[in-house]
């Protein structure tokens, strides 16, 4: 029989190494550093795999002709990135670089869509592309109103307060735009939210308002600014000027325009824009200056026209050629002022009013499209349009 020895308590010292002062860099994350189509500029971005790639930085970069070869020489960027996920790579830091001088945004402009602007007065809105590069040339951006209705009606067109009903919180909140149609009267009012109130709260042992019972919380709502909108059929006028924001932001402006009724489309205005062979010299000898768009807008886009002391928007619905080889806008024009009308429809009691939301598409030239929706109009809303980030704040170390 074999006894075992028992261990006493007592003390026990263990010598600990020391910690290391200074830690090793990990030597198996690999980086790549190359010209790329799209994606931020000078942030490492990660990547899992080929597609993301595709995604953030685009097709391979055109960089230049070789003469040597006869053809479009492309950046190694994209063929390395993918070479290394065929060789069995699973993560990699991914840097673009670019001369931050030379490196334009484009601006996308909104079809049918107007912003105000610095100043208080309406531009038409542009969106900037979400990197560098002429990537986004070939862009092609759709909008459209997603309108919902709610229950409003007038208190005080002075000062822009609302009685409305809602089911819960969310139908309508800081930063909705709101539009407001009147069956009698051909003014439209467009009403930026800015704030909503209960004003009958709810029993503390009862349901919540828009609860199975489906009662309503009775809500008033400030709105921040207003904007009255008509569509007109009257000619602007004979003569004019007009201003139109082409492709990458650039303004465009024709003087000395002629505007007409559209033939056979009521509702319509025809604006000649001339032609520059056509136009007869300054008196000066100097040649005459350029009345026509370079390039012509396209469907869908704002031109605001001043004819005398008149200001009109036109949303163009078709660009037409004259006989004398100039361009003519054909669109819709309309009326948009921050004076409340001399005879406001403020005791229509059939006022429909609705909330209103933006729907936006955008296609690329190989037919691939993207869609947002549900995005709001001012600062205020939770997806106020102008916030959207682009790829360097997206890809931004927070």
């Not at 002429?134 to 609302?162: K, M, N």
């Not at 439209?188 to 609860?211: I, Q």
């Not at 003087?255 to 007409?260: K, T």
């Amino acid at each position: 029989m074999t006894q075992t020895a028992r261990r006493l308590p007592g003390i026990r010292f263990e010598k600990q190494a020391p910690p290391l002062q200074e830690v090793l860099p990990r030597m198996d994350i690999a980086g790549f550093v190359g010209f790329a189509a799209s994606g931020p500029i000078d942030v490492p971005v990660p990547v899992e795999d080929a597609s993301e790639f595709a995604a953030i930085f685009g097709v391979d970069a055109a960089i230049g002709w070789d003469a040597s070869a006869g053809e479009q020489a492309y950046a190694f960027l994209g063929p390395a990135v993918r070479a290394f996920f065929r060789n069995g790579g699973r993560r990699c830091w991914v840097v673009r670089v670019a001369d931050t001088a030379d490196a334009k945004v484009d601006e996308l402009q909104l079809p049918g869509i107007a912003a105000v602007g610095a100043h208080g007065k309406l531009e038409p809105a542009v969106l900037p592309a979400r990197s560098e590069g002429s990537w986004a040339d070939g862009l092609r951006v759709s909008a459209s109103l997603e309108p919902t209705p709610v229950q409003l009606q007038i208190r005080s067109l002075a000062h822009l307060t609302f009685d409305g009903l809602v089911a819960s919180s969310g139908d309508l909140a800081a930063g909705d735009l709101v539009r407001i149609s009147f069956p009698t009267s051909a003014w439209t009012l467009l009403v930026s939210v800015k704030s909503v109130e209960a004003t009958v709260a709810s029993p503390p042992d009862g349901p919540p308002p828009g609860g199975p019972d489906g009662r309503l919380q009775a809500v008033t709502v400030t709105g921040d600014e207003a904007w009255w909108v008509r569509l007109t059929t009257a000619t602007p006028g004979r003569h004019g000027h007009l201003h139109y924001l082409g492709p990458h932001g650039a303004m465009h402006a024709a003087a000395g325009v002629v505007a007409e009724p559209a033939p056979g489309d009521e509702g319509l205005v025809r604006i000649s824009l001339g032609s520059d062979a056509a136009s007869p010299p300054e008196p000066d000898g100097s040649s005459p200056p350029h009345v026509q768009f370079v390039p012509p807008p396209q469907p869908g886009a704002l031109v605001r026209g001043v004819f005398a002391t008149r200001t009109v928007w036109i949303e163009v619905t078709d660009v037409d050629v004259d006989a004398d080889g100039g361009s003519a806008v054909v669109g819709t024009p309309f009326q948009v002022t921050k004076t409340t009308p001399a005879h406001p429809p403020s005791q229509a009691p059939d006022a429909y009013a609705e909330r209103l939301t933006l729907r936006l598409a955008v296609t690329d030239d190989i037919g691939a499209s993207v869609v947002l929706s549900g995005l709001g109009f001012a600062p205020a809303h939770p997806r106020f349009v102008g916030t959207l980030p682009g790829d360097a704040a997206l890809y931004a170390e927070p």
